[in-house]
């Protein structure tokens, strides 16, 4: 097929169409790979300063993007739906896929920071789970895109201009973190009103052990609230469209760590992020916790007191257990 376009242009704007996807999917892997040898090699706290260290992408990237989308032929709402669906095809399944060697080989060596060792979820609730996520992706994420794909037009999203400047992307996550953790922490906190916690959320909480697929198990009511409270910075702030993607990405990595059942991975948030353990206790107990991305608004309305009491008492036993296996290893 690339024998078809015309390889004697080297310029980005005349590539054709093939060539313009195949830089694409480059572009992506460019990406992940730079991502990746940064977050290995620099301690945790410092992992946010990869984003500095991307400035001199932003220009390859921008052109990148500009090459595909004047090239591809594709519309800009197929293009919206599109690249919402590809990001839970390309993060949610081959994460989850990494998960289940984990769960079930300890492969690469971290089961042994796992919250509740020794026990698994229902089967039953797992397969029934991926039959719905399956479903779920090749009909409700694209429809619901299709759907939504105006709205964002309204807030003027841009699609077919450069990727903005740092200062702004910056200023967009900002913007969307803000209200997705705000907004998703009082959505959650709603979802557990008894007269609406049985209809809605209690699915939800059929998991009391915790593996990534259960990030997305929801009713479809909560999923799709879940959804436009995610990207309800994005869309009034009119975010570049890769500006929403990168969040949405960052947005569906956090849910599903923090439903691994791990309190450890390579990139693990922790403290102020809701990681495993935080989130793990709001299934096990069915109390507080309400927090979706920081742990700020527990904080602050005092919701997550009966976790950190557990934690100081003697019922508590995730780091323990898991500790003393880690220490016994390293013996
Ligand atoms: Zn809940
Ligand atoms: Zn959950």
Redesign the pocket.
């Known amino acids: 097929m690339v024998l078809l376009c015309n390889t004697s242009s080297h310029s980005l704007d005349s590539l054709c169409i093939h060539q313009s996807y195949l830089l694409l999917v480059f572009c992506f892997f460019r990406l992940i790979t730079h991502t990746c040898r940064l977050c290995f090699a620099i301690p945790p706290v410092f992992r946010g300063s990869v984003f500095v260290t991307m400035l001199p992408e932003i220009d390859f990237i921008s052109g990148t993007w500009l090459s595909f989308i004047n090239n591809s032929g594709l519309s800009d709402r197929m293009i919206f739906v599109l690249g919402n669906t590809a990001i839970v095809y390309l993060l949610f399944w081959p994460i989850n896929i990494l998960l289940y060697f984990s769960y079930q080989y300890d492969f690469p060596g971290k089961k042994r920071f796992l919250i509740q060792p020794g026990l698994k979820p229902d089967p039953e609730l797992v397969k029934k789970n991926i039959k719905e996520n399956i479903v779920s992706h090749i009909f409700v994420v694209p429809l619901l895109s299709a759907g939504i794909y105006d709205i964002f037009v309204y807030f003027g999203m841009k699609m077919r201009q450069p990727l903005p400047s740092m200062p702004i992307i910056l200023r967009d996550l900002a913007v969307a973190i803000f209200f997705a953790d705000l907004l998703g922490y009082w959505l959650h906190r709603i979802l557990h009103h008894k007269s609406i916690y049985k209809y809605v959320h209690k699915k939800?909480h059929e998991y009391k052990v915790?593996v990534g697929v259960?990030s997305i198990y929801a009713h479809p009511v909560e999923e799709f609230f879940t959804n436009i409270v995610a990207v309800f910075g994005n869309m009034i702030m009119g975010s570049h469209v890769l500006v929403l993607w990168l969040w949405l990405s960052i947005r569906l990595v956090e849910a599903i760590f923090s439903?691994s059942g791990y309190h450890f991975l390579p990139y693990s948030l922790s403290f102020p992020f809701t990681g495993g353990d935080f989130?793990e206790y709001?299934?096990t107990h069915n109390v507080g916790n309400f927090g979706q991305f920081f742990t700020f608004w527990d904080w602050f309305h005092g919701t997550d007191k009966p976790y950190y009491e557990f934690l100081q008492s003697d019922k508590y036993c995730y780091y323990k257990e898991t500790e003393k296996a880690v220490n016994k290893k390293v013996e």
Do not use: D, T
């Open positions: 939800h915790n259960a439903h989130h709001h299934h």
